[in-house]
């Protein structure tokens, strides 16, 4: 970008400059110069802003890997599913109140799909798919924390946060 100083403030070139009597319309560099401009040199990042830099970018991709399916999934019978935390805790409210009024069995809406199964499985799959989702809110924070104490740009960008999550839990039902 190129600019000029008028009483101390920066002021911009645009699409028109004025040199001499004449209106220039998309001058060239040269013209620009020519017309009392300066070619605004960017400013080079500090290690400190490019170490800060790439630890917000890395710590955004992680956020965006722990949102994603490769960690917010389990299988039932092959087919991927997720349920987020309200809705695991709302079956699980629901199913053990089922329980106590003596049903057996109960049944589950998952992406459209109806299925009846009994209600000591769905606590039991339930319970192991919260337990996996805290494993994987675990690991996720772990990778953070790890991020931030990382102290160069290098050692960031090699740093492989898909690492270490949980199996994902595999469910058939007969």
């Not at 989702?133 to 090699?158: G, P, Q, Y």
Request: charged letters at 30%.
């Amino acid at each position: 970008m190129w600019y000029k100083e008028v009483e101390g403030v920066k002021i911009y070139a645009t699409n028109r400059v004025m040199i001499g009597d004449a209106v220039v319309f998309n001058p060239t560099d040269e013209q620009l110069a020519e017309a009392g401009y300066i070619k605004e040199v960017p400013k080079e990042k500090t290690k400190e802003e490019l170490l800060t830099e790439a630890k917000a970018l890395k710590l955004a991709e992680i956020e965006a890997y722990d949102q994603s399916e490769a960690v917010n999934s389990f299988y039932l019978n092959d087919t991927p599913f997720w349920l987020d935390r309200e809705t695991r805790v709302g079956l699980m409210h629901s199913t053990s109140r089922l329980k106590y009024l003596g049903r057996t069995d109960t049944t589950l809406w998952i992406n459209g799909l109806k299925i009846t199964l009994n209600c000591d499985v769905v606590i039991g799959m339930l319970s192991q798919l919260e337990e996996y989702a805290l494993r994987c809110f675990d690991t996720t924070e772990e990778h953070k924390a790890n991020i931030k104490n990382l102290t160069s740009v290098e050692e960031i960008n090699a740093y492989e946060y898909r690492a270490n999550y949980p199996e994902k839990l595999k469910f058939k039902t007969s």
